[in-house]
């Protein structure tokens, strides 16, 4: 199933293979995802779904196939290089202990946007946390915040200076009923301004909520793909994944 033929196609993964000292940890993994879109990953551990966005970040670089964004071959293109395109959240936020949420979300500016002053860059970092409504939270240490308030802050920087992707490891463990809808509110924001989002999440039910089509693997290989309800539908899912992915 393509992406949203109305939509700019955003990532193309294609034919990608990564193999570590004659172990696959993927294989053959081909899928495509449109600006504006929520694109699910979904296997149990050890499918590969960390080794695909490391991937797409530049941590790794595929064995075989290729990586592109917005029509452009990134194989080869440096993490630095990436990084204003690409935008990551992780399931154990990233964020320094010592700094509050708004220097927080500013360490991504100092990185993607050095031209920008000091008091260009807070300002766009507050600008963001209030579009996320996380406007309380702006001038408070994140080691005095919950996890789930951490996870929001990640998730707020990683889409700060709008990138053409994001990134989003597990976002939903630990979260709160409460945080859970704003996460999804957060996520929503993000596809407003034509950002595609990648989402690894155990949580079928939140992601079966906020993506509309996915992609299962399995030990590396593709397994299924479509949208989520087909994805969830499907007897090999069904027999083989359901009681690991839920």
Same mark, same amino acid.
């Given at each position: %199933?393509p992406p949203?033929?109305?939509?700019?196609?955003?990532?193309?993964? /294609?034919d990608?293979?990564k193999?570590?000292?004659?172990?696959?940890?993927l294989?053959?993994?081909?899928?495509e995802? *449109?600006?504006?879109e929520?694109?699910?990953?979904?296997?149990? @551990?050890?499918?590969?779904k960390?080794t695909?966005? @490391?991937l797409?970040?530049g941590?790794?670089?595929?064995?075989?196939?290729?990586i592109?964004l917005?029509? #452009?071959n990134? @194989?080869a293109?440096p993490?630095?290089?990436?990084?204003?395109?690409i935008?990551? *959240?992780?399931?154990?936020?990233r964020l320094?202990?010592?700094?509050?949420?708004?220097e927080n979300v %500013?360490?991504?500016?100092?990185?993607?946007?050095?031209?920008?002053?000091?008091g260009e #860059?807070r300002?766009?970092? $507050?600008?963001?946390? #209030?579009a996320?409504e996380?406007s309380?939270?702006?001038?408070?240490?994140?080691d005095?915040?919950?996890?789930?308030?951490l996870?929001?802050?990640?998730l707020a #920087?990683?889409g700060?200076?709008?990138?053409? $992707?994001?990134?989003?490891?597990?976002?939903?463990?630990g979260?709160?009923?409460a945080?859970?809808?704003?996460?999804a509110?957060v996520?929503r924001k993000?596809q /407003?301004?034509?950002?595609a989002?990648?989402?690894v /999440?155990? @949580?079928?039910?939140?992601?079966s909520?906020?993506?509309?089509?996915?992609?299962?693997?399995d030990?590396?290989?593709?397994?299924?793909?479509?949208?989520?309800?087909?994805i969830?539908?499907?007897?090999r899912v069904?027999?083989a994944?359901?009681? *690991?992915?839920?």
């Amino acid at each position: %199933m393509p992406p949203p033929a109305h939509r700019d196609l955003c990532l193309k993964v /294609e034919d990608v293979s990564k193999h570590f000292q004659g172990l696959s940890a993927l294989q053959d993994v081909s899928f495509e995802v *449109a600006a504006g879109e929520v694109f699910a990953l979904v296997g149990p @551990n050890g499918a590969g779904k960390s080794t695909l966005f @490391n991937l797409v970040s530049g941590l790794l670089e595929p064995s075989s196939g290729t990586i592109a964004l917005a029509g #452009r071959n990134i @194989n080869a293109m440096p993490i630095h290089r990436r990084a204003p395109l690409i935008g990551r *959240a992780f399931q154990v936020a990233r964020l320094v202990p010592d700094l509050t949420a708004a220097e927080n979300v %500013m360490v991504r500016l100092d990185q993607i946007a050095a031209q920008m002053s000091e008091g260009e #860059r807070r300002a766009a970092a $507050l600008d963001q946390l #209030r579009a996320f409504e996380l406007s309380e939270h702006a001038d408070q240490r994140v080691d005095t915040l919950s996890i789930g308030q951490l996870k929001l802050i990640d998730l707020a #920087r990683a889409g700060v200076g709008d990138p053409l $992707l994001v990134l989003l490891d597990e976002p939903a463990v630990g979260l709160t009923d409460a945080e859970l809808l704003h996460l999804a509110a957060v996520i929503r924001k993000l596809q /407003e301004r034509n950002i595609a989002i990648v989402i690894v /999440e155990h @949580n079928i039910e939140f992601v079966s909520a906020v993506a509309s089509r996915g992609l299962v693997l399995d030990s590396g290989r593709p397994i299924v793909m479509g949208a989520m309800a087909d994805i969830l539908a499907d007897q090999r899912v069904q027999t083989a994944y359901f009681g *690991a992915l839920t």
